[in-house]
């Protein structure tokens, strides 16, 4: 079992005038579909991660997230992994081993 966490924030940079500098109407159509999708994530204030089983996992969905935008002129996107094979639930556990180490347990 290998896991694939991918750390990624997507978001039109073009604007028709109506939303002014907020994008999270555009974003949330992102974590709705991510939601729906069934994997697991975690939404931050600058980006969300999810944790995949495959690659190609990940990257569909990334390509769905572009297909929520896909009526943007332009669209900003930063994407970063982390691939650990013999793994699995690396989006809590990693945060857990941290916490632990601090003598912190807010993570379950």
């Known amino acids: 079992m290998t896991s ?38 975690q939404l931050t204030p600058m980006g969300t991660v999810i944790e995949a089983k495959t690659m190609r996992e990940a990257l569909d969905i990334i390509e769905k997230a572009y297909e929520c935008l896909e009526d943007c002129e332009r669209v900003y996107s930063s994407l970063k992994f982390d691939i650990r094979k013999n793994c699995e639930n690396k989006l809590v556990s990693k945060i857990a081993s941290v916490e632990k180490v601090l003598g912190k347990e807010i993570c379950k």
Do not use: N
Request: no cysteine; net charge neutral.
């Open 4 to 41: 694939f966490l991918l750390e990624f924030s997507m978001f039109p940079t073009s604007s028709d005038g109506r939303e002014g500098a907020s994008v999270s109407k555009r974003v949330s159509k992102i974590i709705d579909m991510i939601d729906k999708s069934g994997i697991p994530y």
